[in-house]
Every structure is written in C-alpha cells, then in structure tokens.
C-alpha cells in the first residue's frame, strides 16, 4: 500500500484511560450516538450507490472514501494495485489492533429499484449491500475517533475493491492490510447486509458460516456427423448430459448428509445447427462446500465422473476446478465476544446464532484464515415486506432498509470496544 498524506487532526493531549474506562464506553448508548451519524451514512450511502463501480479499479468509489474520512486523524493508505483504502486510528493508549472491513465494488446488474438514488452506471447495481458497508464502516470510523481518548489500542480500517469473485481480500492482504497498524492484527470482523433477515438482526455462528466456493468446467470432445446418423459419429451432447447426471448422484452418494455440498450446473453448451451432430460439448457451474477434505474430495470426483462417463461412451472429457473462496469460518472465542458486545449495544433480542451455514462464499475468509475473526449478517429487510418477500442479495431488485445503517456503525463499534478492552 501506499501512503496518502491527510493532516486531518491529532490525538488529544488528554491522560490515557485505563481498559475498564473503555468498557464504559460501550453499551446502549453507542447505538445513540450512531443514529445521530446516520443521516450523514445514509447520504454517502446513496451517493455510493448511484455511482457503482466494478472489480478493482473503483476511483470514483475510493473518492468518496476517502473524503468521507477526512478530519478523523486518521493514518490513511491507498492501494497498489486496487482502489483500496485503509485507514488506522490510533487510541491514546497502547494496546492490541482489530481490523473492521467493508467491501466496495458493484455488480454487473442492471438495477430495477425504482428508487431516486439508483444506479447511474450502465448495467451496474450495488447489489449486494456494499454502499451500505462502505457507509456503516465510515460511521464507525466517525464514533471511534470521537473516542481517541479512550481506545487503548488501535482500529484498522479495511476497505476493500473486488470482493466478487476478484480475490480482493487476498490481494490487500498482500500489499500489507493486516500489518497496518504496525503490529499484526489481533483480530478481524466484517458486517454483511441480508434482506432476507428482520432488520436489525445480527445473526452469525462459530465456526463455518458461509461456504467455499470453486468453478469447474468440462469439455466433452465427441466425433460430429450428420443428425440423421449418430451411429456413424460420437454424439458429446447425450454424454455431457449422463454427465450431469451422473455429478448430481456423486454429490447425493458421495457426501455424507450430516456434511454440506451443493453442486450447480449452470451452463451447458454445444453445436452450431440443428442438423449436425457437433464435436464438442462443454458443461460449466459451481460446487460450493463447508469442509476442506470435502471440497478436495469433490475436485476429485468431477474429475474422475467426467472422465468415467466419457469413456463409457467412447467420448473423451477435459475436467478444470478453478479454485475459489475458501470456506468463511467463524473464530468461537471471537464469535462470543461479537454475541456479548453486539447484544449490550443493540439490545440481547437483537443477536442470535444462526441456525445453520450458508452456502454462498466471501473473500473475508482470507482475513478469518490468518488472523481470528468473524463474519456476522446484519438483518435489513426493506419495509413493508417480510425477509421471505424481499428480493435477495444480487437480484436487480434488492434493497434494504436504510434504518439498519445505524445499527451496523454501533455493531462495528461495539465489537471493536469490546476487544480492545481486553
């Protein structure tokens, strides 16, 4: 990362609290202080989202980031080779660092809201709630400084371009993120909005939470002819689909049922005209898992399906697993603390353990695989719907209620309180 020089502000020459003062400093009256900084998150927020930006290149986004954040004293960087900004605040006394993210980047989704900030970006939507991140996580920024005097230790600040399916974390990591504090990380928490939870919710789980997600792709390579005489040709079509087949079974019978696995076929594709036998087929799709040894075992199995079914058929088939996500595993003595801070700020009815995993993935997992951590959803159902009616993260309808901005800048707040005093 590099440096961007911003004198906005120092540390206040007060004495420096004790941790039991910062304890104090948690609690209801956070989620207070965090609805008066709403109406400033939600403006950025929309800003956010009527300019939407994709993958790792995001100046426009990273713009108003950066400006969001001026005037906090806080030591800011920008990144090398993506968008990022990573901003650390310092507590008057020494102490161990967390790290808070938020992701930035937009999809490639042409936005049907309706709403009078949506998306000016042709065929791109802040989608998935991260306008709504970048927002919480400024809020929190804003609460935290305000706090300087009493931090006894120091808050990482982690904005983060190509979140989906761009390797983002991985990436930030790289150039420095965890050390930005100067000491590594201590530990790491991120805030994902879900509509399809009561707003306010947070909801998360030691352990697994969310799935590892991999590509794989195969290519039938038959012999084409003439559709009026298949037995003088090796049809890849037929073959391609017993492959299908045969990968949903292997899944089925293949994975024990106490363990999880979802293997998606998504796309399927072959031939140029409907009278000619073509010479190729070529399947594609996801496999998404919750446990490592599965998800090894699986690779394996595409491979050896596609191949066997192939053979049997005098086919021949290529298979690739093009690595993904890995798994999104809550640290437990970490997600504890999230339960306890989260439920003194918000209120205990506010915070529960999700029930089971979910099985889309996130690139946090970097983040939770090198230092502990958690990943919590935060509930964001729009008004007037119930979380089964509202439309779902990625659909061009999604939204979410903007109340919840609030809530997501005291959880952020509380979590890191929490930690830092120890």
Do not use: K
Request: aromatic share 2%.
């Amino acid at each position: 990362m590099t440096s961007t020089p911003r004198t906005t502000g120092g540390t206040p020459d007060d004495p420096a609290p004790d941790r039991p003062a910062a304890v104090r400093l948690a609690g209801p009256g956070l989620l207070d202080e965090a609805r008066r900084l709403a109406p400033g998150a939600i403006a950025l927020r929309r800003a956010l989202h009527r300019g939407p930006e994709q993958g790792f290149d995001l100046p426009a986004t990273q713009r108003l980031v950066l400006d969001a954040l001026d005037g906090l004293g806080l030591d800011i960087r920008t990144g090398r080779a993506l968008s990022s900004v990573t901003a650390t605040l310092t507590g008057a006394a020494d102490g161990p660092a967390i790290l808070l993210r938020a992701d930035m980047d937009a999809l490639p989704v042409t936005e049907d809201t309706g709403l009078p900030f949506a998306s000016r970006g042709a065929g791109l939507m802040h989608a998935c709630g991260h306008d709504a991140h970048m927002a919480m996580l400024v809020g929190a920024a804003r609460l935290l400084a305000g706090r300087r005097a009493a931090l006894p230790g120091r808050v990482v600040f982690m904005f983060q371009p190509g979140e989906e399916g761009h390797h983002g974390a991985r990436l930030m990591i790289e150039e420095g993120v965890l050390e930005a504090a100067g000491d590594r990380a201590g530990a790491a928490f991120a805030l994902h909005v879900h509509p399809n939870l009561p707003a306010g919710a947070v909801r998360l789980r030691p352990g697994p939470q969310m799935a590892a997600s991999d590509l794989f792709r195969v290519v039938v390579r038959g012999r084409g002819g003439h559709a009026s005489a298949p037995h003088t040709a090796c049809d890849p079509v037929p073959v391609a689909c017993e492959i299908v087949l045969a990968l949903q079974t292997a899944v089925t019978r293949g994975v024990a049922a106490d363990d999880s696995a979802v293997l998606s076929v998504t796309r399927l594709a072959s031939g140029t005209a409907a009278g000619v036998i073509p010479d190729t087929a070529e399947l594609s799709g996801t496999l998404r898992t919750l446990a490592e040894p599965t998800r090894r075992h699986l690779h394996e199995v595409i491979a050896r399906v596609a191949h066997g079914v192939a053979a049997a058929h005098g086919a021949t088939a290529e298979a690739t697993v093009v690595p993904g996500y890995p798994v999104t595993a809550n640290d437990p003595g970490f997600t504890g603390l999230v339960h306890r801070a989260a439920a003194d700020a918000l209120g205990t009815g506010a915070v529960e353990v999700l029930p089971a995993p979910q099985m889309t993935a996130e690139d946090f997992s970097y983040v939770l695989r090198a230092v502990p951590g958690a990943l919590a959803f935060l509930g964001a159902c729009p008004p007037g719907l119930s979380p089964h009616e509202a439309p779902a993260l990625h659909s061009s309808r999604m939204t979410i209620d903007e109340d919840v901005i609030a809530t997501g800048i005291a959880c952020h707040a509380a979590v890191a309180l929490a930690f830092l005093a120890g």
